[in-house]
């Protein structure tokens, strides 16, 4: 069992914190892509246009979208509940403000709030960090990167899309306790 240590991270941060509804779902995804087989001139391998350094360019609609889905998965929680649950969900939603892909061949390196290394279309790897475990697994759908992390009690599904400068990245989150799934979008411009 390949084992890999990360710090915490866009996509280990909501990995498992025992009672807590935030600690069901596992954090900002990684999982383990399979490279697209892009090809420049002379038949040489060009950088997929997710590889890059990228700073976070979340708007204001993208952020309140983001409490909103946060709001209305604990609307029907016990009031008691409500504002720890809600700051939980907050913390682990809340995107690094920057990060960096890397992908060379079947190889990924994702870094944000922590750094992660996986085998595009490999099987799911165990990774740890301060609140627990995950198995994480990534993959590449034509130009998409997708990271699965699955925790005991929820998961987490992130898709980065690269336009250019600008980096989409959509997150759903499920959890064991959530009575729906927490999904949102956010936006990186490439860094200089």
Known sequence: MHIARCLPIFALSAALSVGSVAAQVPPEGVSAPRASA??????QPVEPALSGRWRLAETA???QERLR????AIQRF???VQSRARVRLVERTSPPPALEIEIEGTRLLLSGDGR?????GGP????SGERGKARMSARMEQDSLEIKAQGGRGGRTTTYDADGDRLTVRTHLRGERLPEAVSYTTTY???R
């Open 78 to 80: 016990p009031s008691l």
């Open 38 to 43: 892009h090809r420049g001139t002379d038949d």
């Open 116 to 120: 992660v290394e996986l085998d595009l």
């Open 61 to 63: 609609d993208e952020e």
């Open 189 to 191: 411009a490439r860094s």
């Open 124 to 127: 799911p790897v165990e990774v």
């Open 69 to 72: 889905a946060v709001d209305r």
